[in-house]
């Protein structure tokens, strides 16, 4: 699984997570099994957004568990690809915000500026939601929440829904802000996600620190 990873400034933060006992049993499990993204795609994330660029983080729960929807980026789909109902209330909040339609649903672009689109489960079965939660995916995302907490200042925490908030102890708020949200699925979006304004929020806190706010529509 580590061949995987990219050889970038996370290596040193992280590769020592790939000889513990959970990644390996992990890793023989995904030999074995189908799912999504494709392993070249596991970490993506941690590719396109450097640990020593990374200033924003979304959380969300796991990937898109439909045939060629997930890229290892969290809501992202590739270029042109039909927007799922998620994606759909993401950029509904945008518009709500900004009064800006975006209608890309690849965010490489977001990641690139440094925000980490990170699921707390890298995997998922096809067509089962949540169904490698219990496989030990949680230890290391914990690790990368962990090490961004403690490591980096002022950062912004989007927590989207209830996997996402479960990290919530990892994050030392007197360092960060930490917005939380229900997450942006249709079942959740109007209980809280749409209408919070978050997309602001982080930029307001990002300039306050002397970061280059995000472009969301770029």
Known sequence: MI???????????????????????????LNKHPFFPAKEALFKAFELCTFSNCKVVILGQDPYHDVAQAQGLAFSVPHLFKL??????????????????????????????GVLLLNAHLSVAPHQALSHKDLGWEHFTDKVIQDL????EQLVFLLWGNSAQAKLRLIDHHK?????????SPLSAYRGFLGSNQFKLTNLHLVKNQYAAIDWFK
Not at 3 to 29: G, M, Q, V
Request: charged content about 25%.
């Open 149 to 152: 907490s403690d490591k980096k």
């Open 84 to 113: 799922p109902p998620s994606l759909q209330n993401i950029f509904k909040e945008l518009e709500l915000e900004y009064g800006q339609k975006r209608t890309d649903g690849d965010l490489s672009n977001w990641a690139q500026q």
């Open 176 to 184: 960060h802000l930490v917005i939380k949200t229900p997450h942006p």
């Open 3 to 29: 061949r995987y990873f990219p050889n970038n400034d996370w290596l040193a933060l992280l590769k020592d997570e790939f000889s513990k006992d959970y990644l390996i049993a992990l890793n023989t499990y």
